[in-house]
């Protein structure tokens, strides 16, 4: 069993993949392990299978911080189908119902953008992985089993139309974490009074700090540059501070470094007053992450070994 625990590369960083459609997100995240020989891997956060875009994998000692990029906010291009209603919210499920799109202005489209905008309640789709009683929703929903579920508190920052034509829109969504994007299409065809809509395609463009798209590879770049040798895929890895970029650096002394790393809260002269920071050694090695307790310490909360 250690032999086992022991197998694969203890190697550590992120990579932006642009998952394919018709890959779940897990298939995705074996194929990346397989061809990196990580020792361990994790991802940020599931895309469906018809999605497609951005998906962070976290390799190694990375995997300790991905619980922040599922906290982060998300962008998505999704085109919507308006009128027609499906099981699963999007083209794998049956049609459940269907009804006449009328022509519909863009004042009235504005409207509904507003109407779901900023913090709104959702109800999570029965095709989802929220458990219900110890069971995945999506389990039940297979067998045709449908129940109660509790609305989730989301927030919409932005919703801009990019095309509107007949009965089919394409939008930039700009959301937080737990947002439905398959929801957000039905109840916009319920709101302009199409009986509902689903999901046609989606693409997820960022997730929190990781704005630039042209940074994404894909399995297929990855498959050849790994039979290059795996310092061309090495190359590729962001350091494991990038998915907190955001937040701001505190630079230790060697003896705050010392009691930080007996996870003993430390004074900082000058440091941050509230809020979340990255923690360096010095100017350069990073350490991890801490936040700033209500006496002005800063505590190490997550650590890392790099």
Known sequence: MANRRSRGRNISGILLLDKPVGVSSNGALQRVKRIFNARKAGHTGSLDPLASG??????????????????ADKYYRVTIKLGVKTATGDTEGDVVGSWPVVD???????????????KIDQL??????????GQALYKLARQGIEVERDTR??????????????DELELDVHCSKGTYIRTLADDLGVALGCGGGHVTALRRLKVG?????????????????????????????????SAVA???????????????????????????????????????????VGHVLDD?????????NV
């Open 54 to 71: 951005m998906l962070p994998i976290c390799l190694g000692e990375a995997t300790k911080i991905s619980g922040f990029l599922l906290e």
């Open 104 to 118: 519909i202005a863009e004042q009235d489209l504005q409207r509904a953008f507003t109407e779901f905008s900023g």
């Open 124 to 133: 999570p789709p029965m095709y989802s992985a929220i458990k219900k009683n």
């Open 153 to 166: 508190q989301i927030t919409i920052h932005s919703i801009e139309l990019l095309h509107h034509e007949g």
């Open 209 to 241: 700090p990781f704005a630039d798209a042209t940074k994404m590879v894909t399995l297929e770049q990855l498959q050849a540059l790994g039979e290059q040798g795996m310092a061309e895929l090495d190359a590729l890895l962001m350091p494991i501070e």
């Open 246 to 288: 955001q937040w701001p650096d505190v630079c230790l002394s060697r003896d705050s470094v010392h009691y930080v790393r007996k996870g003993q809260a430390v004074f900082v002269p000058k440091a941050p007053t509230h809020g979340w920071v990255k923690l360096y050694s010095g100017q350069e090695s990073f350490l991890g």
């Open 296 to 304: 002005g310490r800063i505590a190490p909360k997550r650590l890392f």
